[in-house]
């Protein structure tokens, strides 16, 4: 079938009867106009699974159960209850954009994407499903998910690594809207093209025979899904050893302390307290103090960025309770149950949580 042929006018009615009838439903995050609760998951859930979420949201609204909660939080709180959630410049902004709402909006997200766009962390994707959520904008939101969908519906040819085919794939998104003027139709749609990409249309092995709107979609009907979306700009990754220095204390009583410092406020982990980061294991020593003898070394860790493989090597060192450190200006002796109340790097809380005896 020619693509040119088909009804695309037909593409919003169905996706909003579809997740009316079979889209999910039950997520905390639904059935809400609260722009702060919106924002909250949308953030979380960036790059992140929605079984992942489910926890660290319930806990986020249990302690700030509003934006001015949150802004007048410490960074080290919304640190310490996102540790383990990753991607962690998320937090970061999470905290300067409810401090911002608080300062310039007096407490209150604006109603429209364009300046939902202004604020810190909130990209034009999840600036639109803001506004389309809690104020039934006429705007589609755009994130990875959305793409294939579209690419596919559409064949779209374009590199989407470019600015160009972005704003092109932007503007046929937007061709695609409902027509209806209904606020609950714009928020279905949203959804839909949300559960649709995410349950339906995956990145590998699409399952096509349940969409529906595979009658209409130009891959389907080439027999090509697999072909979209077109990205020809790979990511280039990094490999790296890093050496964890885990200075532990025992102290009477049975409890114990280990050293931690906070990371620097740009690069990976920024912000997070952490283990001291050395980059060899003769570097670790010296910065130890001890002979290698005296330390244990535990099994690596692969841990996958972004933009880097990073092989962490632990070195274990028991400190004598008597004996003198040379502590950093942001270093400090931490009790182990105490740790939960520390923003750490998700591998470096399960490499504490887990040392050997």
């Known amino acids: 079938m020619n693509p040119a042929a088909r009804d695309l006018r037909r593409f919003a009615p169905a996706l909003i009867r579809w997740q009316l009838e079979s889209g999910r439903h039950g997520l905390p995050w639904q059935g809400t106009r ?27 609204l249990q302690r700030f159960p509003d934006v001015r909660s949150l802004a007048a939080a410490s960074a080290d709180e919304v640190m310490a209850l996102w540790s383990g959630l990753g991607y962690y410049s998320r937090a970061r902004n999470l905290y300067r954009c409810a401090q911002q709402v608080g300062d310039a909006h007096g407490g209150e997200f604006p109603a429209r994407a364009a300046e939902l766009e202004q604020l810190p962390g909130i990209g034009a994707s999840t600036a639109a499903a803001i506004a389309a959520f809690c104020h039934g904008e006429r705007i589609s939101i755009a994130d990875g998910n959305v793409r294939r969908v579209l690419s596919r519906l559409l064949a779209f040819d ?30 279905a749609y949203t959804q839909g093209l949300m559960d649709l990409g995410s349950g339906v249309c995956t990145r590998t092995r699409p399952a096509c025979e349940k969409c529906p709107v595979s009658d209409l979609c130009a891959a389907k009907l080439q027999g090509t899904t ?38 620097p406020a740009k690069g990976i982990w920024a912000g ?63 009790a182990f149950d105490r740790l939960a109340d520390f923003g750490l790097p998700t591998p470096v809380r399960a490499l504490l949580e887990h040392l050997p005896d």
């Open 226 to 263: 697999e072909r979209y979306p077109v990205k020809t700009r790979k990511v280039a990754r990094r490999h790296e050893s890093w050496w964890l220095l885990v200075l532990r204390r025992r102290l009477a009583g049975g409890s114990g302390q280990v050293w931690l410092e906070r990371r």
């Open 158 to 187: 374009g590199d989407l690594s470019a600015s160009g085919p972005q704003r092109e794939m932007w503007d046929l998104a937007q061709s695609l809207l409902p027509t209806s003027p209904s606020p609950e139709d714009m928020v």
């Open 34 to 60: 609260d722009p702060y609760r919106v924002w909250l998951s949308e953030i979380m859930l960036q790059q992140t699974q929605v079984a992942a979420v489910i926890g660290y949201y319930d806990r986020f």
């Open 272 to 334: 997070l307290f952490c283990v001291p980061v050395l980059a060899d294991e003769a570097a670790a020593f010296v910065a130890a103090g001890v002979q290698p003898a005296a330390a244990q070394a535990l099994p690596a860790v692969a841990h996958a960025l972004t933009h880097r493989e990073l092989r962490l090597h632990p070195l274990l060192v028991d400190v004598p309770p008597g004996k003198a450190w040379q502590a950093s200006a942001e270093g400090q002796w931490v």
